[in-house]
């Protein structure tokens, strides 16, 4: 018998018994780690070129064409989980899969096609930032050369866990566009009759309006963003199932603020007769005398918050895209040093488009068409080589596309091509 037993004492305690954690608030934790390319690049979609579209959607159809936005809603939905897949499952982005899969000249068109196409709507984005500035007494002088500033010392100073914490807090200004909806005060009823209830009349206008709306909800830099998105954030199979919580989160919310956008467009410029809008910064302008003051800022505020976050986020998609094209990817926890290919890819993105906001006469309509073509001509190969991904067992394996999801993909395929060839049809025409 010990001496310890001898004398009927006990061991002291060797640590302290810590409360238990509840499976709710560990999931809770899981999900918050994980979170981030869904929301961040769905949000993200909802940029100043997009909350155009959807006003000049609002005043010159009404709620009519509310399905539309509907569809590209859940196209954007798939797509995104699609690619978000893709990234954790293959640990590569998008444009270093198509070099790999489809070869050399695939890659570089793809990758051309997507840095032009970025140009042009890094500028949109610019230009929202100086149209909502000056809507606030700020010259374009001033408010360009401050938003290239923030957002390059942002990324290139700021860990991957800063950078994502700024962008969820630029996210959320966009809950100014719910507000203004509710200030506007909309036919319900209507609303969801034009979201459940298709109808289009088949003319120019009304065509290119709708094949707007899909190509700046389902955008490509978008799709590129958060596959390589999902890398960096070193994600992996394990987390597909929040990630997947994640991806319908940020596209669901797209699809909400664009839903409160046309709303209120409709129910206040579409009402009063207004039924041209140029930008995003006209429709907040003609909505102060309709719907207050209060509903004007709220529009501008969410337009220069939706301008700022998608500034960031454009660059880096082609950043992803150039250094994965050359195979050289980076990350934003690497430093210059390690990766001066990617942040001089996203230092130059920046302050070309920039300097073209500055440029006086700069031909900016011009640019805008072009960029809206180039994102069409880009959508299709891109979601044709993302789904001949999703089918190869050797890249994808277990996580390969079921038959049910192959036959989604392709009628969303088929959908953006019919919107596409109409739209050039009546080009032509």
Not at 224 to 233: E, G, P
Not at 357 to 384: D, E, K, R
Request: glycine content about 10%.
């Amino acid at each position: 018998m010990t001496e310890e037993k001898k004398s009927g004492s006990k061991a002291p305690a060797t640590g302290v018994k810590l409360p238990a954690i509840s499976p709710k608030k560990i999931r809770i934790a899981a999900l918050l780690a994980v979170m981030g390319p869904g929301v961040i690049a769905g949000l993200s979609d909802d940029d100043p070129a997009g909350i155009a579209t959807y006003s000049q959607m609002g005043a010159k159809y009404g709620y009519r064409l509310l399905w539309v936005l509907v569809l590209s809603t859940l196209a954007l939905i798939l797509f995104q989980d699609l690619g978000s897949r893709i990234g954790v499952v293959t640990r590569q982005g998008l444009i270093g899969l198509v070099r790999q899969k489809y070869g050399a000249r695939s890659g570089v068109f793809s990758a051309s096609s997507l840095i032009l196409a970025n140009i042009g709507t890094m500028t949109a984005e610019f230009a929202g930032i100086a149209a909502a500035g000056q809507l606030f007494g700020l010259t374009k002088y001033i408010s360009v050369p401050l938003a290239a500033i923030l957002v390059t010392f942002l990324v290139l100073r700021g860990s991957f866990g800063r950078v994502e914490k700024v962008f969820f807090l630029l996210s959320a200004v966009f809950i100014s566009y719910i507000l203004a909806g509710f200030l506007s005060h909309p036919d319900w009823g209507q609303a969801l009759h034009g979201m459940f209830v298709p109808s289009i009349p088949f003319t120019r206008d009304a065509i290119f309006i709708a094949t707007a709306t899909l190509g700046t909800t389902l955008a490509p830099w978008g799709l590129v963003f958060i596959q390589s998105y999902a890398v960096d954030k070193r994600l992996t199979r394990d987390d597909l199932k929040l990630l997947r919580v994640d991806v319908w989160t940020g596209s669901l919310l797209t699809g909400i603020i664009g839903f409160f956008v046309i709303v209120t467009c409709a129910a206040t410029l579409n009402r009063q007769g207004i039924f041209e809008i140029t930008d995003a910064a006209q429709a907040a302008e003609a909505l102060k005398p309709l719907a207050g003051t209060l509903a004007k800022d709220l529009f501008a505020v969410g337009l220069i918050g939706a301008a700022l976050l998608a500034a960031s986020i454009l660059p880096l998609s082609t950043a992803y895209s150039v250094s994965d094209l050359t195979g050289r990817p980076a990350a934003l926890d690497d430093g210059y040093a390690e990766a001066p290919l990617f942040y001089g890819t996203f230092g130059a993105i920046t302050l070309i488009s920039a300097g073209l906001i500055l440029l006086p006469g700069a031909p900016l309509v011009t640019i805008l068409i072009w960029t809206q073509v180039l994102n069409a001509v880009l959508l299709l190969p891109l979601l044709c080589y993302m789904f001949g991904i999703s089918r190869d067992k050797r890249l994808m394996g277990e996580f390969r596309a079921s038959t049910r999801m192959q036959a989604i993909y392709l009628a969303i395929i088929s959908m953006v091509a019919f919107c596409v060839l109409c739209m050039l049809w009546f080009t032509v025409k």
